[in-house]
């Protein structure tokens, strides 16, 4: 069974940052590119990064662009975003998604996503 478990998430002023983690299990690991998506209160998703297998590339949404960094541990199937210079507008359920294949798809087609880790940016 695939598994996509996110954590980090919490209460961080403007200007802060915080790092989020997604431990998986159930599928290889290596094999796919994988993705952080979120959902801000009374919005749909909306596609944030991307990091092909190998960490060959990475891809971001212009709205996070030069803020926040998609990483990988593949020794420990785990995929990071460090997110930085946070702003009230990032406030969102985070998740983790797992690609179909091992490249960056435009459309953004995923094939599982985590639970979701709640960030909330706040005075």
């Known amino acids: 069974e695939v598994q996509l478990v996110e954590s980090g998430g919490g209460l961080v002023q403007p200007g802060g940052s915080l790092r989020l983690s997604c431990l998986t299990s159930?599928?290889?690991?290596?094999?796919?590119?994988m993705a952080w998506v979120r959902q801000a209160p009374g919005k749909g998703l909306e596609w944030i990064a991307t990091i092909n297998t190998g960490s060959r590339s990475t891809y971001y949404a212009d709205v996070v662009e030069g803020r926040f960094t998609i990483s990988r541990d593949d020794a420990n199937n785990t995929l990071y975003l460090q997110l930085n210079s946070l702003e009230t507008e990032d406030t969102a359920i985070y998740y983790c998604?797992?690609?179909?294949?091992?490249?960056?798809?435009?459309?953004?087609?995923?094939?599982?996503r985590g639970q979701g880790t709640q960030v909330t940016v706040s005075s």
């Open positions: 159930g599928f290889i690991f290596n094999w796919y590119a």
């Open positions: 998604a797992r690609g179909y294949t091992s490249d960056y798809d435009a459309l953004h087609r995923f094939s599982h």
